[in-house]
């Protein structure tokens, strides 16, 4: 059992930045691809990001691409998700994911193994 714990969010103005954290204990989280995902209020949850086991391979939605920034560290068991630029369309609570396999599209394609209980970004306009 892999328990993950997500850190980092907050409010924030638009055009600020956020880190989030996701720190996995109880497995081998570092074996595993990872990604992240958010839920808006009224909307169904949505792929954000991903990453593969190594670290070497990502993945992002079309919205964030060139203003997130998804890594890992293995040896910490950490994943970060670096939010640049953020807008007001970016609030939602983020989830971070581990998949079932070690590669992106794992994370894109699939169904995550494990979630964590999500953190709250809201982007003031």
């Known amino acids: 059992q892999v328990l993950l714990e997500e850190s980092g969010g907050g409010l924030v103005q638009a055009g600020g930045s956020l880190r989030l954290s996701c720190a996995a204990s109880?497995?081998?989280?570092?074996?595993?691809?990872a990604g992240w995902f958010r839920q808006a209020p009224g909307k169904e949850r949505e792929f954000v990001a991903a990453?593969?086991?190594?670290?070497?391979?990502?993945y992002y939605t079309d919205s964030v691409q060139g203003r997130f920034t998804v890594s890992r560290d293995r040896a910490a068991n950490t994943v970060y998700l670096q939010m640049n630029s953020l807008k007001p369309e970016d609030t939602a609570v983020y989830y971070c994911?581990?998949?079932?396999?070690?590669?992106?599209?794992?994370?894109?394609?699939?169904?995550?193994?494990?979630w964590g209980q999500g953190t709250q970004v809201t982007v003031s306009s």
């Open positions: 994911a581990q998949a079932s396999g070690t590669s992106s599209t794992d994370v894109v394609g699939g169904v995550p193994k494990y």
């Open positions: 990453i593969n086991w190594s670290g070497h391979n990502t």
């Open positions: 109880g497995g081998t989280f570092s074996n595993y691809a």
